[in-house]
């Protein structure tokens, strides 16, 4: 299967994004609180150019795979917003301060390679999208015993029924593609930001890139 | 006119980029030749990427501007890959080379960047693209006289009026267009990042994402 491949091809990569430094101190409970709102405010940003990309990737795909993946992410869009307002609410950030926080380079370069292949094809945005998609849901299942409230309560969502059903619609059709060579290098770039997006909120990254 | 008015929201960053340490080592002939070599082949995957976003870009132009610029993009090519070459040679850098090295991660950022504004509009991609040839004049004609021969060839084309010729079409066409508040995004972030590539070149930062 192509997600198969794909995820052996990132080889121990896909280890240090799912099992990041962040992620065992979210599920130990001992991360650090301004890391943890820095990450949420960047990750509500990342959301917002992914779910574009999604839109315009989605105008190049089959039919049947586009439909079947936007109902399953609007499906299960209620549960997920719940939880992230919950989170926000708690942590006192607001709209206008996720508006004006600026992006970090990580994030930037990022979410404008999930739009670079996004307008490229429909195949190489499946493959640069997955890790996301699918990391967190391991990585939630790992979290979600966490002892700290915030932590196990956004873990909750990731390792959900609700969440694994949208995980396995999008692998369904990364794994209908024929396999190609030219998936690898999407993949394998969205682990390693995916790391290094970890990582930016464990430092703090600066955050001086303005924009949508 | 606009290149003023865009310049003038840059403020100091402008300064910063065009009088970056990177090019005041340059032009006194101090800068570690180690650097100058990791700039040059991260200048060349940026070539390519920047052109490419800008043959995008110009099927969302009027007609009379895209083809006068490409036009003199193509009049002075030449002359710039002569440079180019002599450079790539004296330092002993493959096209293998170029290929096989991934980008630095701002370079990446910047490239995704450009090409983002190239499928959004041509005026937002006109503000993002400015910086990089309206500054390398700038720079050009700062380092032209520098004591270390590799610096003053690499500035010589910059400083040329060859080059001049270049910049002028690409800020005619900038200011011909009807001044907007959605330009100054893409132009600052444009000189943010013409800094962080003379950063990144002085601290040799990893170059970590492969691909295109």
Redesign the interface.
Same mark, same amino acid.
């Given at each position: 299967m192509n997600s198969d491949i794909l995820r052996e091809k990132a080889g121990k990569l896909w280890e240090n994004y799912v099992k990041h430094e962040f992620v065992i101190k979210m599920k130990e409970g001992g991360l650090d609180l301004e890391s943890f709102r820095y990450y949420l405010i960047q990750d509500s940003k990342y959301v917002e150019m992914m779910l574009k990309s999604l839109l315009r990737a989605s105008s190049l795909a089959p039919l049947s795979y586009s439909t079947k993946i936007l109902k399953s992410i609007f499906d299960t869009r209620d549960k997920g917003m719940e939880v992230h307002s919950w989170l926000l609410s708690r942590l006192g950030i607001s709209h206008e301060e996720i508006q004006n926080t600026g992006y970090s $380079?990580?994030n930037?370069?990022y979410t404008?390679?999930l739009?670079?292949y996004s307008?490229k094809s429909w195949e190489e945005f499946l493959a640069a999208w997955a890790p996301c998609m699918w990391g967190y849901y391991e990585v939630g299942k790992f979290v979600k015993d966490s002892p700290n409230e915030l932590y196990s309560k956004w873990a909750e969502f990731y390792a959900s029924d609700v969440y694994k059903s949208r995980v396995d619609v999008i692998l369904e059709a990364l794994n209908s593609i024929k396999y190609s060579e030219s998936l690898v290098?999407?993949f394998?770039?969205s682990v390693?930001f995916e790391i290094?997006f970890w990582e930016s909120a464990l430092k703090k990254e600066p955050t $001086?890139?303005?924009?949508?």
């Open positions: $380079l990580v930037y370069a404008r390679h739009y670079y307008t290098t999407p394998i770039n390693k290094m $001086l890139i303005i924009g949508d």
